[in-house]
């Protein structure tokens, strides 16, 4: 996978644009289900997504293929969303930003709230506090339910840095939600 | 992996069940972001062209890209994506001095006006009626339950079945209503416009500012006229060049920002020159289809 992955990158490098395309395709669903984890709102999330795609065309030729192209994205698409919220002024965003989703399995609506706002504590936690490598294995895991190996290959890691991240997402996610459990 | 305790095995699980909005239809989003690098690297090559002495037209270099370079050495690269896209995107161009009116498949009319671009996917009305505009047009959208969508590099247009003006160009953005109702949104800002509402951002300062349509017969270009209100001349000749295919040679840069204000009739050439000049109060000397001004 990460041969494959190079040698799309050294030719959108080279401004190969079918070679983008590619690219593009391999990781579009991921990165958007990645912004719209943190920026809760669909059209925001979707032009936060482009934008980082546009930017890495514009700045091709510094592309680095032996880098991982996650990260790179992920590392693009997270300051732009802080650039969002710094201009919007919000600071408590998960209390700003109403979900448009949440559609709950339970009937009970007592069930259905403490079970959404569990959910809610957790996605604030996990955007809030974690640091930016550890944040993108958890939810590489838990969202995308790659494997641990996948998401090794994914950010050119050690599956024993994989591991030890995503407990350390669980112990931070653990002591803050100490209120809710 | 570690055993985990039961509160973190309930996180575990937990984090995981979370409902998030669908996707986008990734084809589409490409096609969007194909046209956005397109018009990167057409600015770029603009860039880089400015200082060369000859004068293109802009829009003639900008052209739909059908033909991609498709390697077949490698088997790694698919070439189904870029033959799926020309397959399945209608691109529509008008030159400089056209004007077009078509039809799209839900029944909307869309009149181009010169030097402009629209692309959409041919499943328009299936599950989606939305549209890539660079330049400048006219829309009659049908009343319908899926939104219209129109994208642009500066922002987006979305409605339901309205009347409405929408210019895209490097100078400027600028939407206006005849009737309806239009909603114009960026990554920051949401705008909702009515009958007689128009909103204009300025390229060069980034205001934003809401308009009334004041003059009647807007767009001015749909009724043969052109209609300037302190605009500079730099864009009053980029109209001019684009209605009739002329390229204008400014012997001074400081003419670039004169204020022209005014209705020209453009059916004729020479009339609108007159007029320019005698509104500028500068000579137009005219030599083929290049136009000097002194």
């Given at each position: 996978m990460r041969e494959q992955e190079q040698l799309l990158l050294q030719q959108v490098k080279n401004s190969d644009k079918s070679a983008f395309q590619q690219l593009f395709s391999n990781f579009y669903d991921t990165l958007y289900r990645f912004v719209i984890y943190r920026i809760k709102d669909a059209d925001l999330a979707d032009d936060i997504?482009?934008?980082?795609?546009?930017?890495i065309w514009k700045t091709r030729k510094n592309l680095q293929p032996n880098k991982s192209?996650?990260?790179?994205?992920?590392?693009?698409?997270?300051?732009?969303?802080?650039?969002?919220?710094?201009?919007?002024?919000?600071?408590?965003?998960?209390?700003?930003?109403?979900?448009?989703y949440g559609k709950s399995h339970f009937d009970d609506p007592e069930l259905i709230n403490q079970a959404n706002i569990l959910q809610e504590e957790i996605q604030s936690i996990v955007n809030d506090q974690l640091p930016d490598k550890c944040r993108s294995i958890f939810i590489l895991s838990r969202i995308e339910g790659k494997t641990n190996p996948e998401i090794a290959e994914l950010l050119d890691l050690s599956v024993r840095t994989v591991e030890n991240q995503i407990y350390r997402a669980l112990k931070v996610l653990k002591k803050n939600l100490k209120n809710y459990l | 992996m570690k055993k985990l305790d039961t509160i973190e095995k309930l996180i575990w699980e937990r984090s995981a069940q979370i409902d998030?909005?669908?996707?986008?239809?990734?084809?589409?989003?490409?096609?969007?972001?194909?046209?956005?690098?397109?018009?990167?690297?057409?600015?770029?090559?603009?860039?880089?062209?400015?200082?060369?002495?000859?004068?293109?037209?802009?829009?003639?270099?900008?052209?739909?890209?059908?033909?991609?370079?498709?390697?077949?050495?490698?088997?790694?690269?698919?070439?189904?994506?870029?033959?799926?896209?020309?397959?399945?995107?209608?691109?529509?161009?008008?030159?400089?001095?056209?004007?077009?009116?078509?039809?799209?498949?839900?029944?909307?009319?869309?009149?181009?006006n010169a030097g402009s671009q629209i692309k959409y996917k041919k499943d328009f009305n299936s599950i989606h009626r939305s549209l890539t505009l660079v330049g400048e047009a006219y829309f009659d959208v049908q009343k319908g339950n899926i939104p219209f969508t129109i994208h642009t590099n500066r922002g987006k247009v979305t409605v339901l079945g309205t009347t409405f003006n929408v210019r895209a160009r490097k100078d400027g953005f600028e939407v206006g209503v005849n009737s309806g109702v239009v909603t114009v949104s960026n990554d920051t800002e949401s705008v909702t416009l009515t009958k007689g509402q128009m909103l204009n951002i300025d390229s060069e300062f980034d205001k934003t500012s809401l308009q009334k349509v004041s003059y009647r017969n807007y767009p001015d270009w749909m009724n043969k006229k052109l209609v300037f209100n302190k605009t500079p001349l730099s864009v009053v000749c980029g109209e001019i060049e684009r209605t009739f295919g002329i390229i204008f040679k400014f012997t001074n840069p400081d003419l670039f920002d004169l204020s022209v204000t005014g209705v020209i009739d453009t059916q004729d050439l020479n009339t609108v020159l007159s007029t320019i000049s005698f509104l500028t109060q500068h000579e137009f000397k005219f030599d083929g289809d290049i136009c000097t001004i002194n």
């Open positions: 997504t482009q934008e980082t795609f546009l930017r192209f996650f990260s790179l994205i992920a590392r693009i698409s997270t300051n732009l969303c802080y650039d969002h919220f710094r201009h919007m002024e919000v600071r408590y965003r998960h209390e700003e930003l109403i979900p448009e | 998030l909005p669908p996707t986008p239809n990734k084809d589409e989003a490409w096609m969007r972001l194909s046209q956005q690098i397109d018009i990167s690297d057409m600015d770029i090559k603009l860039e880089q062209e400015k200082n060369s002495p000859v004068n293109h037209t802009i829009w003639t270099i900008l052209k739909p890209k059908l033909s991609y370079a498709i390697a077949f050495g490698l088997a790694l690269i698919i070439a189904l994506p870029i033959a799926y896209d020309s397959i399945t995107t209608n691109t529509v161009v008008t030159e400089a001095t056209d004007f077009h009116t078509m039809d799209l498949p839900d029944g909307s009319k869309v009149t181009l």
